[in-house]
T-cell receptor, first 112, second 111 residues
Framework: QKEVEQNSGPLSVPEGAIASLNCTYS??????FFWYRQYSGKSPELIMF????GDKEDGRFTAQLNKASQYVSLLIRDSQPSDSATYLC????????????FGSGTRLLVRP | NAGVTQTPKFQVLKTGQSMTLQCAQD?????MYWYRQDPGMGLRLIYY???????DKGEVPNGYNVSRLNKREFSLRLESAAPSQTSVYFC??????????FGEGSRLTVL
């Protein structure tokens, strides 16, 4: 079983809708959770990080963490065609905060 | 402001050849990483170095070796390349906030 699981998608939403991206992880000791966006042919770039249970909002993006259920999600409000990309969830390994494991990513398509 | 620099950006090897991917960061970060990315597989951690002088295996270390030459540089070596090592390789460094800063990637093809 992969340590960090994501639905590969593609997730297709119309422009202006809310896109919901989910990620589950297996290591209960994980403490840090990250969402990266990767455009085709480019390097990943950080969108948000979250360390505590609950919601964290930054502009159109909201990260949600539930450690008891071992899942983290990313909501994108008012989705734009420019949000079309692959979204990667990353989690630090419980045995080492330096060991960052990525999920396989969810491809998001925002239809104009 | 260079950030994380990887070389080479493209490389074609024949099976059995060796090569080293170079990575350098100018942000004074302690931790550095090597990932590979294959279609549909996301980023898989090969090796990481939490600090100068230390290296640890990630998810897929077989067939690779690393050297943390100093605080700035972290190299990845393929001793005997195999077609299964055809991939895009990303080097990254980690600031104290936990955010990874990535290089532009190195595309490696093994024939």
């Amino acid at each position: 079983q992969k340590e960090v699981e994501q639905n590969s998608g593609p997730l297709s939403v119309p422009e202006g809708a809310i896109a919901s991206l989910n990620c589950t992880y297996s290591d209960r000791g994980s403490q840090s959770f990250f969402w990266y966006r990767q455009y085709s042919g480019k390097s990943p770039e950080l969108i948000m990080f979250i360390y505590s249970n609950g919601d964290k909002e930054d502009g159109r993006f909201t990260a949600q963490l539930n450690k008891a259920s071992q899942y983290v999600s990313l909501l994108i409000r008012d989705s734009q065609p420019s949000d079309s990309a692959t979204y990667l969830c990353a989690v630090n390994g419980g045995d080492s905060s330096y060991k960052l494991i990525f999920g396989s990513g969810t491809r998001l398509l925002v239809r104009p | 402001n260079a950030g994380v620099t990887q070389t080479p950006k493209f490389q074609v090897l024949k099976t059995g050849q060796s090569m080293t991917l170079q990575c350098a960061q100018d942000m004074n970060h302690n931790s550095m990483y090597w990932y590979r990315q294959d279609p549909g597989m996301g980023l898989r951690l090969i090796y990481y170095s939490a600090s100068e002088g230390t290296t640890d295996k990630g998810e897929v270390p077989n067939g690779y070796n690393v050297s943390r030459l100093n605080k700035r540089e972290f190299s990845l070596r393929l001793e005997s390349a195999a077609p299964s090592q055809t991939s895009v390789y990303f080097c990254a460094s980690n600031g104290n906030t936990g955010e990874l800063f990535f290089g532009e990637g190195s595309r490696l093809t093994v024939l």
